[in-house]
């Protein structure tokens, strides 16, 4: 019946995982397209806090379907490692209600041996060391492994032993490479529980969407993080934006009704990158704390920002937003002044609202503010301050606000 997409309009961490749950109220099926554990999604109800790298945002809901699209890297241990702790936190029928595109790639320790080889060099990215980037280059060079090939025994020692001889002379020296028949025996039980959950995700969405139920496809990162329209080369190896979600599920355009772009009310970063509106000094220590801006994936603190309209306007476009989720609005209670940028002045002196077409000039831009005074979120839109934000923030982008969030619970959440 729908096809709606929840993903993120910033470099990560706007809450998606709060809001997809929070979506999935009235969703059968729900679907992640791309990237790994590099994601580190939170999800709060009743006070009891779930954190999800690989498995989709909706497996909290104890009906929901959740597969992983044909665009995801998937570390096959950590996978199995997931969905024990989901277990073992009370989460029913994981397995069960588990479906994985074969077409997805296996992150191996190799990967993350090339990773640390290069992230230890002092040009580094700050990625989350999780063999994202090096998966999805074996996956370009066409020496990647899917997960198909967790059964096909044959075919698996061959692709393995050529991977290990591709990738051996991008790794650490110093690091301990498991041989081909170590990872064999890793891959083992990770197969006997992976492929009897191997599914056609494109089947999967079109039959649901027949028989009238609601899908869900989830974005993992943030727009800004895209490979190819994000700040370039501080970004992450796949398609973040709307059309790498539908590469990453399998599915058309034409299936889709909202595109849900999920920003929070300030601005986050993790690891290195240009960042106009990051904010230096106590103010921008002070949202961190408040915000308990630390990553959930690498528990490294994030860089704290106002709010970029510029950015924003541009990653709306980027991806088709229909709507926006508003989230972590309580947390600037903190500060008395509210700023939001709303221009850039550019070196040469000219003032724009266009985002830099060129990325590299991003780290030399002068953001312009506008300020407003801060509100109590507990009166929810009661409270004028905060209307008159959300108002700002809809009007600017043209884009309405059609989910506030105020706290990181599922209930703390409101539907205009
Ligand atoms: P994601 O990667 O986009 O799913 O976001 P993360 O889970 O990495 O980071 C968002 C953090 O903010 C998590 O700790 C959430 O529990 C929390 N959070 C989400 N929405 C809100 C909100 O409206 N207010 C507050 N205070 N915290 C929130
Ligand atoms: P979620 O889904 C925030 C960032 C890393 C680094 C860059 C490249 O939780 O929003 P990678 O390991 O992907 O090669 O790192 O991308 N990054 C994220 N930042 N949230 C994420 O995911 C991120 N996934 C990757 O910090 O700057
Ligand atoms: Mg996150």
Redesign the pocket.
């Known amino acids: 019946m729908t096809v709606n997409i929840a993903l993120?309009l910033q470099?990560?961490?706007?809450g998606?995982?709060k809001i997809i749950d929070y979506l999935t109220r009235s969703a059968h099926v729900v679907v992640r397209a791309a990237?790994g554990a590099?994601?580190?999604?939170t999800i709060k109800v009743q006070g009891k806090k779930y954190v999800l790298h690989l498995i989709p945002s909706g497996i909290v809901h104890p009906e929901t379907r959740c597969l992983m699209g044909g665009g995801m890297v998937v570390d096959p241990m950590g996978l199995l490692d997931e969905v024990s702790e989901l277990e073992a936190a009370g989460i029913s029928r994981v397995w069960e209600r588990l479906g994985i595109a074969p077409c997805a790639h296996m992150i191996l320790p190799w990967h993350r041996a090339v990773?640390r080889a290069r992230e230890s060099r002092p040009d580094a990215?700050?990625?989350?060391?999780?063999g994202?980037?090096p998966c999805y280059e074996s996956k370009a060079s066409r020496f990647g492994l899917p997960l198909a090939l967790l059964a096909h025994e044959d075919e698996l020692i061959l692709r393995l032993t050529r991977l290990r001889e591709d990738l051996l002379p991008l790794m650490e020296p110093a690091s301990e490479i498991p041989s081909v028949e170590e990872v064999l025996a890793l891959l083992a039980p990770c197969a006997a529980k992976i492929v009897p959950r191997f599914t056609n995700v494109t089947q999967e969405i079109v039959d649901a969407e027949k028989a009238q139920n609601t899908i869900l496809l989830e974005g993992?990162?943030?727009s800004l993080?895209d490979l190819t329209h994000g700040t370039y080369p501080?970004?992450?190896?796949s398609s973040t934006i709307t059309g790498g979600i539908l590469s990453g599920c399998g599915v058309g355009p034409s299936l889709v009704s909202d595109t849900f772009g999920v920003v929070k009310a300030y601005t986050t970063?993790?690891?290195?990158?240009p960042f106009p509106t990051e904010i230096d000094g106590p103010v921008g220590e002070e949202l961190a704390r408040a915000g308990h801006e630390f990553?959930?994936?690498?528990g490294?603190p994030r860089r704290c920002g106002w709010l970029d309209i510029v950015a924003l306007r541009h990653t709306i476009h980027l991806t088709g937003t229909t709507a926006l989720a508003l989230t972590k609005v309580d947390v600037l209670e903190v500060v008395d002044t509210v700023k939001v940028c709303t221009a850039y002045r550019l070196p040469d002196g000219t003032v724009t609202d266009v985002y830099p077409a060129d990325p590299y000039i991003l780290q030399d831009v002068t953001p312009i503010y506008e300020s407003f005074p801060s509100w109590r979120s507990s009166q929810g839109l009661e409270d004028e301050n905060l209307h008159r934000y959300v108002d700002f923030v809809a009007e600017q982008t043209q884009t309405p606000i059609r989910v506030l969030s105020f706290g990181p619970d599922r209930s703390q959440t409101i539907d205009r």
Request: glycine share 28%; proline share 0%.
């Open positions: 993120g470099w990560g961490d706007e998606k995982g990237g590099n994601a580190g999604h990773e990215i700050g990625t989350t060391l999780r994202i980037g993992a990162q943030g993080l501080y970004v992450t190896s970063r993790v690891g290195n990158g990553g959930a994936t690498t490294r």
